[in-house]
């Protein structure tokens, strides 16, 4: 059974920093990306950033680049999101997501963590 618990989430000031970690636990056979979400109230959830587990390519939602850095950690099984230089509208709650690739993709989740950015 694969787990996925976030943690990291908090209230900050515009143009402060936080800390996203998401912790994962199972067995997992397959080719693994990581990735971020996130859903702000009355909105649909969208993609943030996601990492490759084995070979670490990256990529960005055009929103986020230059801001966020995501990094994995594969001897902790943890993958992280530096927010830095946040705004009111990064408020949302950011999910943690796990796709394995093949022929059974599937995708796992984690909880949520709340970050809220005020003015």
């Known amino acids: 059974q694969v787990r996925l618990v976030e943690s990291g989430g908090g209230l900050v000031q515009t143009g402060g920093s936080l800390r996203l970690s998401c912790a994962v636990s199972?067995?997992?056979?397959?080719?693994?990306?990581m990735h971020w979400f996130r859903q702000a109230p009355g909105k649909e959830r969208e993609w943030v950033a996601g990492?490759?587990?084995?070979?670490?390519?990256?990529a960005y939602a055009d929103s986020v680049k230059g801001r966020f850095t995501i990094s994995r950690d594969n001897g902790k099984n943890t993958a992280d999101l530096q927010m830095n230089s946040l705004k009111p509208e990064d408020t949302a709650v950011y999910y943690c997501?796990?796709?394995?690739?093949?022929?059974?993709?599937?995708?796992?989740w984690g909880q949520g963590t709340q970050v809220t950015v005020s003015s």
């Open positions: 997501n796990l796709h394995c690739r093949g022929p059974n993709s599937s995708d796992f």
């Open positions: 199972g067995d997992i056979m397959c080719f693994v990306e």
């Open positions: 990492i490759t587990r084995d070979d670490g390519n990256l």
